[in-house]
């Protein structure tokens, strides 16, 4: 079992910045991908941000609504993976999720195999 457990979330004007932060216990070498989904009130759960493992650095993968403000990154000696939120629209405004897979899927959250609680990101305009 891996345990992810998310923080970081919370109120910013738009065009401000928030840095999400998921730690992972656990059997951790089980995964392969860690990524972030997110999921407004009335909507689908969305692909946000990925890393795929053995983790060599990088760039990451990114939604394309994202892709340019936010930076997925990850600490080895913490086992957190961050999520780097820049430029925040109020379009932004979710309840972020980390994942952890054991497959090399990123983009879909069928997917993945282990969940955090989530932290609300609320971007005010």
């Known amino acids: 079992q891996v345990q992810l457990v998310e923080s970081g979330g919370g109120l910013v004007q738009a065009g401000g910045s928030l840095r999400l932060s998921c730690a992972a216990s656990?059997?951790?070498?089980?995964?392969?991908?860690m990524g972030w989904f997110r999921q407004a009130p009335g909507k689908e759960r969305e692909f946000v941000a990925a890393?795929?493992?053995?983790?060599?650095?990088?760039?990451?993968y990114y939604a394309d609504s994202v892709k340019g403000r936010f930076t997925i990154s990850r600490d080895n000696a913490k086992n957190t993976v961050y999520l780097q939120m820049n430029n925040l629209k109020p379009e932004d405004t979710a309840v972020y999720y980390c994942?952890?897979?054991?497959?090399?899927?990123?983009?879909?959250?069928?997917?993945?195999?282990?969940w955090g609680q989530g932290t609300q990101v609320t971007v005010s305009s």
């Open positions: 890393l795929i493992f053995p983790y060599r650095g990088g760039s990451g």
């Open positions: 656990g059997q951790i070498f089980r995964t392969r991908v």
């Open positions: 994942a952890a897979a054991q497959g090399d899927v990123y983009n879909d959250a069928g997917k993945y195999d282990y």
